[in-house]
């Protein structure tokens, strides 16, 4: 049970380095919640909301949507799970997304440019 959505809890999205920044957009985790209901898979949240300091830790770049809330990393551990994000992700209408070799990365930033696609 999440506080946010139906599976989705605040604390999943709080940035990773412990500075409790964790300003999640709602209207995001509510589409993330639907790609939750279609893919019928449990979803973890690798990285949700980061601020300036832990996104520069981890190679973010300087105008990430993480640092606005904007976007989630959620761990696909293998082919499946990646295939069942992506399949309900499209389903959404999610116009941003990043594949990586273990997470893929949904964001709804309006100010960056969509549709994109893109690898890691
Ligand atoms: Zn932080």
Avoid at 26 to 55: H, P
Wanted: charged share 25%; proline share 2%; net charge neutral.
């Amino acid at each position: 049970m999440g506080d946010l959505t139906k599976d989705f809890d605040r604390s999943e999205f709080a940035c990773r380095c412990g500075c409790g920044y964790d300003a999640i957009d709602l209207t995001f985790v509510e589409k993330l919640q639907v790609v939750r209901d279609i893919s019928g898979a449990a979803l973890y949240i690798n990285s949700g909301c980061r601020c300036v300091k832990y996104n520069a830790e981890v190679g973010g770049v300087p105008h990430s949507s993480h640092l606005r809330g904007l976007a989630a990393d959620i761990s696909t551990r293998d082919g499946e799970l990646r295939f069942k994000v992506l399949d309900a992700a499209f389903k959404v209408g999610f116009k941003r997304i990043g594949i990586g070799s273990s997470f893929v990365h949904l964001d709804i930033d309006s100010e960056l440019p969509f549709p994109r696609l893109w690898t890691y």
